[in-house]
């Protein structure tokens, strides 16, 4: 790059400027030139960065035969200006304290945004990094040095609305009162209280922001969590909580009383737990399902949104993860007219996802499929679904009965809890029905010792189950930074024993991009313990049935553990030791 250039150039960089050190340094040639000029006649692009203008021209790298996207230009023109390139990620920037360093008609004036505030540096973002006559000012103002980052234009657009547009609501909100909010150390406040409204504006800004965050990143969990003098909200991302924001106590309360308003909840009941649903839309008005849960905590009332796509449904078993071989082997138990099959795990392991998706399969028009779950988890029109609601005496048992009488073919239990919901579940499947249902075990050859623990005989166990799949899910490696990496003998010998499976060759490591903000993992897929009740597990279950001798036999049986499935994907590539470690209990570790 230039650096004579910019150390002298102090000005507002134009396309003609843009273009020019373009053509200098040999990204792009004549013809590039002429067509980015001829595209500023556009009155559209009058109010676009520079970069933008050539971002959008689709115009390609001379050098490296690369497409010059928004953000490689981004990081051309950081180096050009010699500053960093700063990647503005809202999970971690506070947006009330960017908000708090500069007003937001100084911050558009000059194309600036406050990204990171330390007690003595502030980090000041912008796409015109030559441009410096704001730092004297704003350096007196806040008394603290400035570091100069460049960072892309749409981003900084896009967020410096964002920040300031919700750092006004909050504000808007608080200011509307200045009581606290009961919890269990109450503080006695005197004279007059005037809580936002749940309907206030600023508080359906704040909430619309939230949801459409959590849609944008993927968070499968929204919490919303009161503390002592504030209310966290934090989001779950592939599996893992971040920190989002830090709302004033009375408006925390407020944005649940709002999300309590849509999911059609008991606003002035907050002693009690609650459950609701909102349904709304995402991007490319997709629909997306929230399942609401309230909780009464010391601090106050906390709320936890599951979200769901309705995609899940129409994804494959490879989809999901499954292999080739458990595919063939949980379509051979599905496909079977009647029995039960259940699949285990713990809450968060994807065991509904793996139900709905085989249900979606099953249900053809020539089939009646009826679930009965606590709570329904997704509304799909081709199910007959009914929610337990023990206020009226509708349990999983009495639900079983009531659907036995609707000429079922496939029924769904939510999940087995007791003997009761048990025995129901066995009539139903030696009446001649196929039952899916979940139970909470460590692994698969476990369930069948739980379901006698539960009290099932164990001939019935015999007689009605087809087979087992336990479940996990693990992070991905991220497609676009992983890099090949030589696996660790050892680790890889404490997961694949005792199959003694030999070292792969094409194992990664995660590296960390913009894609993955920068976890090195995105999205998840699951590992799966598939046992098909054979004839020859058949005789082994017993009343006092030996379980090491069970889990033996399943695998000569050719049952992968959820550590050997997990070990197939560290070797495809897909995941890692770590991560497979992460997820598998300790009483799987061999």
Known sequence: MNNA????????????????????????????????????????????????????????????????????????????????????????VDANASANAMSFAFAQRHGILAVDITPTQVVIASAQPFVDGWVENLQHVLRKSIKHVVVNPADLKRFTVEFYQLANSVSKATGQSQSSIQ???????????????????????????????????????????????????????????????????????AVISRLKILGRLNVAEKRKPQDGRIKTKGENDKEIELRLSTLPTAFGEKMVMRIFDPDVL????????????????????????????LVTGPTGSGKTTTLYSTLRQLATTEVNVCTIEDPIEMVEPLFNQMQVQPNIDLSFSSGIKALMRQDPDIIMIGEIRDLE?????????????????TLHTNDAPSTITRLIELGVPSYIIKATVLGVMAQRLVRTLCPKCKEPHPIDEEAWKSITAPWRAPLPQNTCRPVGCLECRDTGYKGRAGVYEIMPISNTLKPIISDNCDLELLRKQAIKEGMHSLRLSGANKVGAGLTTIEEVLRVTPQSMRQ
Do not use: C
């Not at 150390?7 to 373009?22: A, E, G, P």
């Open 5 to 92: 250039v910019s150390q002298t150039l102090k000005k507002t960089l134009t396309l003609s400027d843009i273009v020019n050190q373009l053509l200098a340094d040999g990204i792009i040639n004549q013809e590039d030139s002429d067509q980015l000029f001829n595209q500023t006649k556009s009155r559209e692009q009058l109010s676009l960065h520079p970069l933008e203008i050539v971002a959008a021209a689709n115009l390609k790298n001379r050098l490296s035969d690369t497409p010059l996207t928004l953000d490689s230009l981004s990081q051309w023109l950081a180096d050009w200006a010699d500053q960093p390139l700063f990647h503005i990620d809202p999970l971690n």
């Open 183 to 253: 919890n269990f150390e109450q503080m006695l406040q005197l004279g007059s209280e005037a809580n936002p409204d749940a309907n206030d504006q600023h508080i359906v800004n704040i909430v619309d922001w939230l949801l459409q965050y959590a849609f944008e990143q993927r968070a499968s969990d929204i919490h919303i969590e009161p503390r002592r003098e504030i209310v966290q909200v934090r989001f779950r991302i592939d599996g893992v909580l971040h920190n989002v924001y830090e709302l004033p106590a009375q408006v925390g309360i």
């Open 314 to 341: 129409l994804r494959s078993f490879p989809d999901l993860g499954f292999s080739a071989e458990d595919t063939r082997r949980w379509e051979g138990m599905a496909k079977q007219p009647n029995g039960i099959i």
């Open 421 to 437: 919901t048990a025995e129901m579940a066995t009539q139903a499947a030696l009446t001649g029905h196929l039952v899916l249902s």
